[in-house]
């Protein structure tokens, strides 16, 4: 069992920067590839950023690549979310997800374990 907890969102102006953190309880962090999703109203929940186990690996959705960086710290047993230069069209409930696996997932159904999620909103 893997405990996430999301913390960082809230409300910013476009071309604003929030980042957001993701704590890990339960399981060896070290052991699970971690990724963002998110979820706007009325759409389904798509892929943001994924980082490996060790953090040597990453993959990002290409609306956020350039944008956005996703990290690691296990010594923490945290992952982050660095946003910058957001856009309205980010506005979302931003989920962290881990997965038993050493390769990153960029599917909801590649990941067993997921965070309550916090609220990111960017007004224009």
């Known amino acids: 069992q893997v405990q996430l907890v999301e913390s960082g969102g809230g409300l910013v102006q476009a071309g604003g920067s929030l980042r957001l953190s993701c704590a890990a309880s339960g399981r060896t962090f070290s052991s699970v590839a971690m990724g963002w999703f998110r979820q706007a109203p009325g759409k389904e929940r798509e892929f943001v950023a994924a980082?490996?186990?060790?953090?040597?690996?990453?993959y990002y959705a290409d609306s956020v690549k350039g944008r956005f960086t996703i990290s690691r710290d296990n010594a923490q047993n945290t992952v982050y979310l660095q946003m910058n230069s957001l856009k309205p069209e980010d506005t979302a409930v931003y989920y962290c997800a881990a997965r038993l696996h050493s390769r990153v997932g960029i599917y909801v159904d590649n990941y067993a374990y997921w965070g309550q999620g916090t609220q990111v909103t960017v007004s224009s």
């Open positions: 980082i490996s186990r060790s953090g040597d690996s990453t």
